[in-house]
């Protein structure tokens, strides 16, 4: 069972990995690895603010597959939650870019850099609802 920590830590990872293939400006030659580590990083978070804020039961894991699209996620998270509708439609968008990026050929670098900007959006999201809290370091 992953507990609160882990998620925390597990986002942070993956974020100082996305930071990383940033700094040394490997967007389009990683981008299947910035796909995956966006969509992670995004489930992570996600996760990690549904324990936090006790609505969910500790065991309650999120799988990235959920966000296929929005009739499925609704389908895996039947309950409320602040800007539920909105982190969902983010969600499924870091899925469609995970998908995007991580399979087929070499995209444009603009797509790597839209599912930076799209994690962004639902960290931004979440901090916000944690009440400025970032849950990093």
């Not at 040394?24 to 995004?42: G, H, M, P």
């Not at 870091?94 to 991580?102: A, F």
């Amino acid at each position: 069972m992953t507990s609160i920590e882990e998620h925390k830590k597990n986002f942070e990872q993956f974020m100082s990995d996305i930071n990383e293939k940033i700094r040394a400006e490997l967007l389009v030659e990683r981008q299947k690895i910035i796909a995956f580590d966006t969509s992670e990083a995004a489930a992570n978070f996600l996760e990690y603010f549904l324990h936090k804020e006790n609505l969910v039961p500790s065991g309650f894991r999120i799988n990235h597959n959920y966000f296929a699209s929005e009739k499925r996620a609704e389908r895996y998270l039947d309950f409320n939650f602040p800007e539920k509708k909105e982190l969902i439609r983010l969600m499924v968008n870091q899925e469609e870019l995970r998908n995007l990026l991580c399979y087929g050929k070499e995209k444009e670098e603009i797509k790597v850099r839209e599912a930076i900007s799209n994690l962004n959006k639902i960290v931004d999201t979440i901090k916000k609802e944690l009440g400025g809290e970032n849950g990093t370091k």
